[in-house]
């Protein structure tokens, strides 16, 4: 399981994507906004818009917050200004790092995440160092007793999806970024409600980290990382071994 998938069964597991839902919701209606400022607020005629908003619709986040955040783009509410910055690096292990900031402060943005790296053995790379190692992928995911395998595989195939992955107790519909937001669509409609949707990176190139330690320590950055105010989403190309990763677990 790599570094996006086993982040995201993590934070199921320990319960983090609840506990963390006020970040969750922040970190959603800052990229709404940001979508709205750059393309306008017309969802339909905006396709970042729409995947915004298609990935907050997919954790629950109220409508008038949905709403609001549109406005503070368009600029019919006040709103702050936010800048995209994407750092490169390097974790225990050699495993590469690409991380994503939506930020208003790009000096405070810049040492977090140098002082995180730096803090738990990695090492910030230069541009395009790592970067070329990803691939921007739809990825809608469902909970496995929530949905009938057969119809997902069905109407997911139908409505355009590359895969549907196991993931441990989870199914993955996979797509290209451009076939998300009608795959999504399709979805809801055939009465397949998804417990996470959005377009994220997957790596290519995947790091199998074989050390306890070494994993630990990557898993340690990415949780860092991931907590960071100004970090937006954080992607690596690591994987862990399940009877490793239950030893950490245990722990």
């Not at 355009?160 to 992955?165: E, F, K, N, T």
Request: proline share 2%; with cysteine; net charge negative.
């Amino acid at each position: 399981m790599s570094g996006h998938s086993k982040w995201s069964t993590i934070k199921r597991k320990k319960g983090a994507a609840d506990a963390k839902r006020g970040q969750i919701f922040t970190r959603l209606m800052r990229e709404i906004t940001v979508a709205a400022k750059q393309g306008g607020g017309d969802i339909e005629g905006n396709p970042r818009l729409r995947t915004a908003v298609a990935a907050a619709k997919g954790q629950n986040m109220p409508k008038e917050n949905i709403d609001r955040a549109v406005k503070k783009g368009t600029g019919e509410l006040e709103g702050v200004t936010y800048e995209e910055i994407l750092y490169e690096g390097y974790g225990p292990g050699g495993v590469a790092f690409l991380v994503e900031c939506l930020t208003d402060n790009k000096n405070r943005a810049a040492a977090d995440v140098r002082h995180i790296f730096t803090k738990r053995g990695g090492s910030l790379a230069k541009a395009g160092a790592v970067a070329y190692l990803f691939e921007a992928k739809g990825i809608i995911t469902f909970d496995k007793d929530a949905v009938d395998e057969d119809a997902l595989m069905e109407a997911a195939l139908e409505a355009g999806a590359d895969d549907v992955v196991d993931e441990d107790d989870v199914w993955e519909v996979h797509c290209t970024p451009s076939a998300f937001n009608p795959l999504n669509e399709a979805l809801r409609a055939a009465g397949l409600e998804p417990i996470e949707a959005e377009v994220t990176k997957q790596a290519s190139t995947i790091v199998e980290i074989t050390d306890k330690g070494e994993a630990a320590k990557a898993m340690a950055l990415m949780e860092a990382l991931d907590e960071a105010d100004d970090v937006q989403n954080v992607y690596s190309n690591f994987d862990i071994d399940e009877s490793i990763l239950a030893e950490l677990e245990d722990e």
